[in-house]
């Protein structure tokens, strides 16, 4: 009977690993449709037109300025989906890479700051993925029927919105428990505490003529035990959440940006209020904050790995607003040389 029992079970078990395949065939085509129905619910104008030159990651730039407006053909009346979005600062994007040209995926790839060291796929915020979906936290300066006023972008220009989630920091921040030596130690405190209350009730049934004594002590030792409780659970965040050296600690630092007075001169030609439309900024609001906006991209070093290594000294271009700007690399300083309007720019067409 034993035997029929297990007989039965591995043929039951047998069965299933063959049909697993078919199965997973199953779930794949379902979902796969599911997918081909998600539409982008609106897409993104930002100051960034080209790949070159993008921040890697949001925040970089405090004033690269983008706009969302919600397509009306997804959701009707899409500016009643926005109702209660302003009380909130910053936003998720969940974005599909849509300039990602590469038909294949690499297992491990070259994150910029390991300078060549590639690490797993998964590891990295790589855009080359098998599913080109991004994930990005932009500030909300206001909104404004069904468009979104956003700051601290790093998204190109024409960007397939999926989704926007507002960010939270309750539940955005990860909270971490302390570990079991470190309960231990709160609850040796704890019980300290008591074992101290037991004491001094005792003492005050006793007659112990110095009650409003004791009561202060106690007051300043429960205090002291909440404080250093308080501490520990602020700390539980910073301690427990883990990244890699490379992330916190770059192998090179930041480098220093400095601009011709050619370059400077150029700069200063361009305004909210050109006459000339070549010179109009679209998303930059005035000179100076344009020249923050081209520091913050230069000091993080915007060059793939493979043009940094090259021997020989060249010229990056890149586009940010209505500003084609040209630079060169030279012992950590990126030196801006140039600075055009996009019309009369002659690269990255």
């Known amino acids: 009977m034993c035997s029929v029992i297990f007989y039965r079970r591995q043929n039951l078990h047998l069965r299933w690993i063959l049909l697993q395949p078919q199965l997973f065939r199953n779930i794949r085509f379902y979902f796969t449709k599911k997918l081909g129905e998600i539409k982008p619910i609106g897409f993104i104008s930002s100051l960034f037109c080209h790949k070159r030159g993008t921040p890697r990651q949001p925040t970089i730039c405090p004033h690269a300025r983008g706009v969302l407006t919600l397509d009306r053909l997804i959701v009707n009346n899409p500016q009643y989906t926005l109702e ?138 429960e205090s002291c035990i909440e404080n250093c409780l308080c501490e520990e659970s602020e700390n539980y965040s910073a301690k427990y959440v883990r990244v890699p050296a490379w992330i916190v600690q770059p192998s090179t630092p930041k480098l220093n940006v400095m601009f011709t007075h050619r370059a400077t001169r150029q700069l200063n030609m361009f305004s909210k209020n050109a006459k000339d439309p070549n010179f109009l900024l679209k998303f930059l609001r005035s000179p100076a904050e344009t020249l923050k906006t081209i520091t913050s991209i230069l000091s993080e070093d915007p060059r793939p790995i493979h043009i940094r290594n090259r021997e020989e000294e060249e010229f990056y271009y890149f586009t940010v607003d209505n500003l084609h700007v040209t630079c060169w690399f030279y012992d950590g300083v990126a030196e801006v040389v140039r600075i055009l309007p996009v019309s009369r720019g002659r690269h990255l067409k």
């Open 84 to 221: 209660g979005l302003e009380e909130f600062s910053h936003i998720w994007l969940i974005f599909v890479f849509h300039k990602n040209e590469k038909e294949f995926v690499r297992s491990k790839v070259s994150p910029p700051r390991l300078h060549g060291r590639k690490v797993g796929l998964y590891s990295t915020r790589s855009p080359h993925r098998p599913n080109p979906i991004g994930l990005s936290l932009a500030k909300l300066d206001y909104v404004e029927d069904s468009s979104l006023y956003l700051s601290g972008i790093d998204l190109l220009d024409g960007t397939p919105i999926l989704d926007i989630k507002p960010y939270i920091p309750e539940y955005d921040t990860p909270q971490s428990l302390p570990d079991s030596s470190e309960t231990e130690q709160v609850e040796s405190r704890q019980s300290w505490s008591n074992s101290s209350s037991f004491h001094e009730n005792a003492c005050e049934n006793e007659g112990d003529l110095n009650l409003e004594n004791r009561r202060n002590r106690m007051l300043h030792r």
